[in-house]
């Protein structure tokens, strides 16, 4: 994992050294970015590269939503479901995607292309419905549009 | 007359985001005055004229926040607070996109008011563009001496780190915010300690939010006074308000406080989609109490007013209901959010907000049984002052609001079986 440290280490010099311990949702993000889903193992790697106790990693990686903790597919749609889109039709477009897709809300298609999740406020209310696919926001959705964007994903 | 805008004061262009442009309008030149001829309390002095409240949602008086702190403190913490998580609201992401450089010259002049010499904003894990711009722009102000070691060739020195979130609702609430930055899950703390005394790392900390720094420069540009003479006595300035929902032209306005929830609604939004009739009007973010239209006929955008009505202008964020929107669902949807953003760090949220969210899920799938609106406000009241952060109030608020004036809605539900709209939520 040298090359992991090596990035570990840009990150911690991002920080004033007192603040070691603030590194441990940082690394967690840029660990997921490279491996897709984390482990427990993952978390006691990050506590001795930190030197921090396993357990506050090991609860942070388990507390925060963003952090997979199961495979995913490679990509990740996840499409709003609170209260500004529901009024846009997010219900609607959650079962087109069930549809579409040929699974549930929070599955993985078998050929492990894509895996659905249905989250909280995306912060898209005045331009809903919204859903983010991997780190890109796609708004004002409609079937037709969602049947495009999906086309042009690799 | 045109209205004066902290905001929506140039063109969204390619590139209206860069330092180029932003320089082009006035940017940095607050910094510039500030830096070079102004002593911190003088700062701080002005935002207090200015009479600028938090814009995070609690409308806390800025400069008195500021005040709070012990500024002979060996050292002191910023945090500008960009969870932007609460349903409806979605104003700092725009600054984010548009003006990151107006947010990093408002925390600089902060930190220079506060003898900050590490200051940090904490952004939603899931913000992508907003994070990318935050970032081009910091690179860009680091490299023309605007952040970083003597800042314009002065004695005053500032960095800015930029911290992910890990999407976690919670995480806005300032306390948990800080536990997060600690390196933590994010439970909120008990206050007091308030942060200005105990915050991040036991050091005397602020927390502003994006929008509330991001007004501080155009305050130093034109004086605490004339910003003081915009909106309402009480509640001064512009705000920026997200309309959502049942609209024709939903989306980002910048208005005066004081402005009218009917003028905005009406003409700003176009009016009700469809040209149906407005139902209900969620006037400050999901967390604030609705309101009927009777209660928004007369009503102005401002903290006062708002509160008088029986809510809160919150963080700005709209949300509009026409006629035909059955709002026992609707309260579902909420009930779901809170029950699965409480930090289960408290008994009365954490099984609560659970028990609330099944007895509106059992309700609006026409299991509801008698007993159960009585069950709901009984458990709000357990809630409600019993927890160590405010998310179990917000999550109280909208199940009591929704009760109160949506009553026989929800009767009829437990009753019938089914919805009096077709459950519908999508007009
Ligand atoms: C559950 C909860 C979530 C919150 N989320 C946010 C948020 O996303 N952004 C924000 O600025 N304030 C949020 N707040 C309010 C903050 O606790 C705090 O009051 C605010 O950041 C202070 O900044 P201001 O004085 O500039 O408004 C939240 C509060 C609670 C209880
Ligand atoms: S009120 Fe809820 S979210 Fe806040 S600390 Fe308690 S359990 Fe956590």
């Known amino acids: ?154 | 007359m045109t209205e004066t805008r902290v905001f929506f004061n140039f063109d969204v262009t390619a590139d209206s985001h860069t330092l180029a442009a932003y320089r082009q309008r006035g940017g940095y030149q607050a910094l510039e005055k500030v830096l070079k001829g102004m002593q911190p309390i003088d700062v701080e002095n002005e935002v207090k004229a200015s009479g600028l409240r938090g814009r995070g949602g609690a409308g806390f008086p800025t400069g008195m926040k500021w005040s709070f702190v012990n500024k002979q403190s060996p050292v002191i913490y910023l945090c500008c607070n960009a969870d932007e998580g609460e349903p409806g609201t979605f104003k700092d992401r725009w600054i984010f996109e548009n003006t990151s450089h107006q947010l990093i010259e408002g925390m600089i002049i902060a930190s220079y008011a506060l003898k900050v010499r590490h200051s940090f904003i904490y952004i939603r894990g899931e913000f992508d563009l907003p994070y990318r711009r935050l970032m081009e722009a910091l690179k860009e102000a680091k490299e023309a001496g605007l952040v970083g070691e003597k800042i314009l060739g002065t004695e005053f020195s500032c960095d800015i780190i930029v911290h992910q979130g890990g999407g976690a609702y919670v995480c806005g609430e300032e306390s948990s915010l800080l536990t997060s930055i600690e390196g933590f899950k994010g439970y909120p703390k008990n206050k007091p300690p308030f942060p200005a005394v105990k915050g991040l790392y036991q050091k005397p900390t602020v927390i502003n939010n994006v929008e509330t720094l991001a007004t501080i420069p155009w305050i130093l540009a034109n004086g605490g006074a004339t910003y003081a003479a915009i909106g309402t006595e009480k509640c001064s300035g512009t705000k920026l308000f997200g309309v959502s929902g049942h609209v024709n032209r939903p989306g980002l306005f910048e208005k005066p406080m004081g402005y009218s929830y009917k003028k905005l609604i009406y003409e700003d939004c176009g009016g009700i989609l469809g040209g149906k009739e407005l139902k209900a009007v969620i006037p400050g973010g999901s967390s604030t109490p609705v309101l009927l239209p009777s209660e928004i006929e007369t009503l102005t955008m401002d903290a006062e007013a708002v509160q008088a009505a029986g809510s809160m202008l919150g963080s700005g964020g709209v949300i509009v209901i026409a006629e035909g929107t059955c709002m026992v669902r609707l309260l579902q949807v909420l009930s779901r959010f809170y029950a699965h953003e409480s930090c289960g760090q408290c008994t009365p949220c954490r099984e609560g907000s659970a028990w609330m969210n099944d007895i509106i899920t059992r309700i609006s799938r026409g299991k509801g049984v008698k007993g159960d609106l009585e069950r709901l406000e009984c458990i709000t009241k357990g809630i409600m002052g019993n927890t160590v952060c405010a998310l179990g109030d917000a999550a109280s608020m909208p199940v009591n609001g929704f009760l109160k004036k949506f009553r026989h809605e929800f009767e009829y539900f437990i009753e019938h079986g089914r919805s009096m709209y077709d459950g519908r939520l999508e007009i």
């Open chain 1, 1 to 154: 994992m040298s090359c992991l440290e090596e990035k570990f280490d840009q990150l911690r010099s991002v920080y004033p050294a007192e603040m070691n311990s603030s590194l441990v949702l940082p690394l967690l993000h840029l660990m997921l970015k490279e491996k897709g889903h984390l482990t427990e193992s993952d978390a006691v790697f990050i506590a001795q590269y930190l030197d921090v106790p396993p357990m506050q990693v090991k609860e942070a990686l388990t507390w925060y939503t963003m952090l997979y903790r199961q495979p995913v597919g490679k990509h990740v749609i996840k499409i709003c479901r609170n209260i500004g889109c529901s009024l846009m039709g997010a219900e609607r477009l959650i079962e087109y995607l069930e549809r579409k897709l040929g699974i549930k809300e929070g599955e993985t298609t078998a050929d492990g292309r894509f895996t659905l999740l249905a989250v909280e406020c995306l912060a898209s209310c005045g331009t809903a419905p919204a859903m983010q696919i991997d780190d890109t926001y796609h708004e004002q959705l409609n079937e037709s549009k969602i049947d495009q964007i999906l086309k042009e994903l690799s």
